[in-house]
T-cell receptor, first 111, second 113 residues
Framework: GEQVEQLPSILRVQEGSSASINCSYE??????FPWYKQEPGENPKLIID?????ERKQIQELIVLLDKKAKRFSLHITDTQPGDSAMYFC??????????FGGGTRLTVRP | EAAVTQSPRNKVAVTGGKVTLSCNQT?????MYWYRQDTGHGLRLIHY???????EKGDIPDGYKASRPSQENFSLILELATPSQTSVYFC????????????FGPGTRLLVL
């Protein structure tokens, strides 16, 4: 199956600064690149995604960048707030086939 | 929003006992998935299904069986539960052939004593 590497596993930032998480994958057929946020005791929820025909997508403070040639995509959270503290997962995949999630990044935003 | 429900939400089982975790989705999605998540870690795929009557092995299927009797329902079965299966289990559904997200259920906390 798809091999997915997500880094860093732990990320601590100061409120108001930016946070960046990277995801590398191996399957060149991957064409859908979502990011999920999971708050403590909750289920993972999609926060932003990008498809293979795009290189950049922004929703408010969330930015996703995709480099298909390098087989990696990244999540950038600008102007972080304490409410951004959570686990984040990437899950590159191909048209609804079996997903492989990255190992997760625990983000802590310090006030 | 997509609706995926799981039951029970919490379960305590004894070693060697049989446990059945149930998942229901009302999205008419073909694909359904079972994951486990251990504290502070990512999601690992146990079994998945492409539709009623189909079950496929995921990345960590040993010790688990799955059943998909209908489009809406997907069960995970632990025939002989072991303490190593103590975890949080998430069910998810998604569309076939569509570049799309998965929708997760609320999770089931299983403790095997």
């Amino acid at each position: 199956g798809e091999q997915v590497e997500q880094l860093p596993s732990i990320l601590r930032v100061q409120e108001g600064s930016s946070a960046s998480i990277n995801c590398s994958y191996e399957d060149s057929a991957s064409n859908y690149f979502p990011w999920y946020k999971q708050e403590p005791g909750e289920n993972p929820k999609l926060i932003i995604d990008i498809r293979s025909n795009m290189e950049r997508k922004q929703i408010q403070e969330l930015i996703v960048l995709l480099d298909k040639k390098a087989k990696r995509f990244s999540l950038h959270i600008t102007d972080t707030q304490p409410g951004d503290s959570a686990m984040y997962f990437c899950a590159p995949n191909n048209a609804g086939a079996k997903l492989t999630f990255g190992g997760g990044t625990r983000l802590t935003v310090r006030p | 929003e997509a609706a995926v429900t799981q039951s029970p939400r919490n379960k305590v089982a004894v070693t060697g006992g049989k446990v059945t975790l149930s998942c229901n989705q009302t999205n008419n999605h073909n694909n359904m998935y079972w994951y486990r998540q251990d504290t502070g870690h990512g999601l690992r795929l146990i079994h998945y299904s492409y539709g009623a009557g189909s079950t496929e092995k995921g990345d960590i299927p040993d010790g688990y069986k799955a059943s998909r009797p209908s489009q809406e329902n997907f069960s995970l079965i632990l025939e002989l539960a072991t303490p190593s299966q103590t975890s949080v289990y998430f069910c998810a559904s998604g569309r076939t052939g569509a570049v799309d997200t998965q929708y997760f259920g609320p999770g089931t906390r299983l403790l095997v004593l």
